[in-house]
């Protein structure tokens, strides 16, 4: 995944504010470490598919399943489709 100045300007700027329990573990793989997701209408809303969304705490339930509420996976799947 290739990352313009821009991108990764914002990137650090959701990071800064944001606490991670994983410590940016996708950000620190170069994106490739990114848990499994469902992209809803267009990134407007991201699935999480992943067995630990039960715990994880940006994990959000929803009927079947759990929303992602993690702002740097959001904007990852909102800008690059992963």
């Not at 990352?3 to 990764?8: F, G, L, N, R, S």
């Not at 994983?22 to 499994?36: A, I, P, R």
């Not at 598919?49 to 994880?56: F, G, N, S, V, Y």
Request: proline fraction near 4%; include cysteine.
């Amino acid at each position: 995944m290739e990352i313009t100045q821009e991108h990764d300007r914002r990137i650090q700027e959701i990071m800064q504010d944001m606490q991670c329990p994983t410590d940016f573990d996708c950000y620190t793989s170069g994106f490739e470490n990114l848990g499994k997701i469902g992209i809803v209408g267009d990134a407007k809303l991201v699935e999480c598919l992943e067995e630990k969304a039960k715990t994880c705490t940006f994990g959000l339930p929803f009927v079947l399943g759990y929303f992602c509420n993690c702002p740097l996976r959001y904007y990852v799947a909102k800008n690059f489709h992963r």
